[in-house]
């Protein structure tokens, strides 16, 4: 590129002298240098940094004379004097095509600023009249909203009232139910015990029967279902509690409600009339990003959010009435009492029929261990009997070897292999064979002997499992069974 500043002119004012006298080539750009600079290294000059690239192109064809002026041309071609050109030393002019692509990328260009400002005219009109109306709307919106809401506090008001007058019956009657739910609270302690205690008696149980079996499932269904039945009486005991508190406060919060109501609905009903014309309207800078409130309410359910806040206080709710949860805790009552001895009863159910099988086992198990000690005594006599065997047929072997040791000494020829030599020899394997057949007998018989007097010990040892677990399950566990409270006390009225 030419140096900030200055011109294409006068960067080629002074071009170098040339060193030929005929005419550059007029052909590429390349060899245009080549014939210009011949005694030069210029091949690096198509890449120069400094060479502008908009509107400048290598001419691509290379203009020439008619085929009848050839011959002249090169005659004259001697006798011309060279002319370089400023312009065309290193690039040539813009083309005709950089010119009208110029031309039109300038009418583009305003065409399109044209119609963008005229669009920008036109959405602006329609923006202001969308604005307008959708302000209105929302205005309308609010209004609306604030005479609903003026409409609630007058319906809100009069349900207060209403409410003081009921909330005194229901308090008396609700503590009666209260103290009753106490008393049946602290009697599901007994049979809880109960359960626990069998369970950790349960544990001393020894060896195999020291099993998850049904009557612990059972007893811990126990447990847990008396642990539930607390767990809903003292749910509901603090339903009632917090009921009759709040029952106390009432009184004091519906006068407090009353008071805001009546302001909230002197304010609403201001707002609900204001417009844009009325008096005392001016600018609150930021105040639509401060927020005092502090519940939020729907149009349908308003009614009774409004209730839990004011009415009830602490409560459970506008819909938790007090007669039902009177109701409830007597049903509770009843419920939790039934629930109880059913599985009360299961558990004993479960505790009679692990005790007959337990018996049964145990039975099963002293006649095993009489069979066992019986053969025990049958393997002994065997084991005595393979003894003798073996030594009967150690006096055999002995006078087979001493003859063919005897044999061993014949002289010359007479030591030969005859019939009698081979008899003796067989009779000397088969003798051996037999005896370690004997032997491996014997190992047999007191690998078994061991195994049926490990036997006995373990069948021994579960008979004294067996008397143990019938004595925690009959004795100790069914015995205290037996204090489970009744249901009346159950239900709270003993």
Excluded at 73 to 87: D, G, H, L
């Amino acid at each position: 590129m030419e140096s900030l500043g200055s011109t294409l002119m006068a960067t080629y004012a002074h071009p170098r002298p040339t060193t030929t006298n005929t005419l550059p080539s007029i052909s590429t750009l390349t060899s245009s240098y080549r014939n210009r600079f011949p005694h030069s290294n210029f091949t690096h000059s198509l890449s120069l940094p400094w060479r502008p690239s908009t509107y400048y192109r290598v001419a691509s064809n290379s203009p020439g004379l008619a085929p009848y002026c050839t011959r002249s041309q090169r005659v004259s071609e001697s006798t011309m004097t060279p002319f370089v050109s400023n312009r065309t030393t290193l690039f040539t002019r813009y083309t005709p095509e950089d010119w009208y692509r110029s031309n039109l990328t300038n009418y583009q260009e305003s065409n399109t600023s044209r119609h963008n400002s005229e669009r920008l005219r036109v959405d602006t009109s329609c923006l202001i009249q969308d604005k307008y109306q959708q302000i209105r709307k929302t205005q309308a919106n609010t209004t609306h909203n604030l005479g609903e809401r003026v409409s609630d506090i007058g319906f809100w008001k009069s349900e207060l009232i209403h409410e003081l007058d009921e909330m005194i019956g229901e308090t008396n009657a609700l503590t009666d139910v209260k103290k009753r739910l106490e008393r049946a609270l602290m009697e599901t302690e007994a049979p809880l015990q109960v359960a626990r205690e069998c369970l950790f008696h349960r544990e001393k149980r020894m060896g195999i029967d020291l099993v998850h079996d049904e009557v612990e499932k059972e007893l811990l269904t126990e447990v847990d279902a008396i642990l539930c039945c607390q767990e809903k009486m003292r749910l509901h005991l603090d339903k009632a509690i917090a009921q009759l508190a709040a029952n106390r406060a009432a009184q004091h919060e519906l006068e407090k409600d009353l008071s805001d109501k009546q302001t909230a609905y002197r304010i609403d009903e201001k707002c609900h009339h204001l417009r844009n014309t009325s008096d005392g309207v001016s600018f609150f800078r930021g105040v639509e990003r401060v927020d005092a409130t502090t519940c939020s309410t729907c149009p349908v359910a308003d009614f009774f959010a409004r209730l839990l806040c004011t009415i009830l206080g602490r409560a459970q709710g506008r819909e938790l009435d007090r007669a039902k949860l009177r109701n409830d805790i007597e049903n509770l009552l009843v419920v939790t009492a039934n629930e109880m001895w059913n599985q009360f009863n299961k558990v004993n159910l479960s505790f009679t029929n692990r005790i007959a099988e337990t018996t049964d086992a145990k039975n099963k198990i002293q006649v095993h261990l009489a069979k066992t000690l019986n053969e025990i005594f049958q393997t002994e006599m065997t084991i005595e009997s393979i003894k003798k065997a073996i030594k009967d047929k150690t006096a055999f072997l002995k006078v087979a070897q001493t003859r063919l040791d005897e044999r061993t000494r014949r002289p010359n020829i007479e030591l030969c292999r005859d019939m009698a030599q081979l008899r003796l020899v067989n009779e000397v394997y088969e003798v051996d064979d037999t005896i370690q057949t004997l032997q491996q007998r014997l190992r047999d018989a007191e690998d078994s002997l061991q195994q049926l007097v490990h036997n006995k010990a373990t069948l021994e040892h579960e008979l004294a499992i067996k008397a143990n677990t019938l004595y925690i399950d009959q004795e100790k566990c069914m015995s205290m069974r037996r204090s489970f409270p009744t249901t009346l006390r159950l239900v709270g009225y003993c």
